[in-house]
C-alpha cells in the first residue's frame, strides 16, 4: 500500500488538483505565469474537468484561497 502523500511544493505543479476552500470545487492548475506589469507570480488554472475558462490569480491569493487535493 502506497501510502505517500504530497507536500505543498508538490501539489504546486502544472496538472495537480486544488479545491476552492469556499466552494468546495475542484480545480486544476493549467499553467504558471509572471503579471507583465511587476513580474507577480500567477496561478492559471480551471474546472477539473479541463473545460471552461482559465482563472489567473496572484501566487499568494491562490494559497489562501485553495487547498490541495491529496490523493
Excluded at 492548475?29 to 479541463?50: H, K, W
Aim: aromatic share 12%; glycine share 6%.
Amino acid at each position: 500500500m502506497n501510502t505517500h502523500r504530497i507536500t505543498l511544493d508538490e501539489a504546486m505543479e502544472v496538472g495537480h488538483l486544488w479545491m476552492h476552500i469556499k466552494s468546495g470545487n475542484s480545480y486544476r492548475i493549467a499553467l504558471f505565469a509572471q503579471r507583465e506589469s511587476d513580474g507577480e507570480p500567477m496561478v492559471c488554472y480551471r474546472v477539473a474537468t479541463n473545460d471552461g475558462p482559465v482563472w489567473v490569480r496572484p501566487l499568494y491569493e491562490f494559497e489562501q484561497r485553495f487547498v490541495p487535493v491529496m490523493l
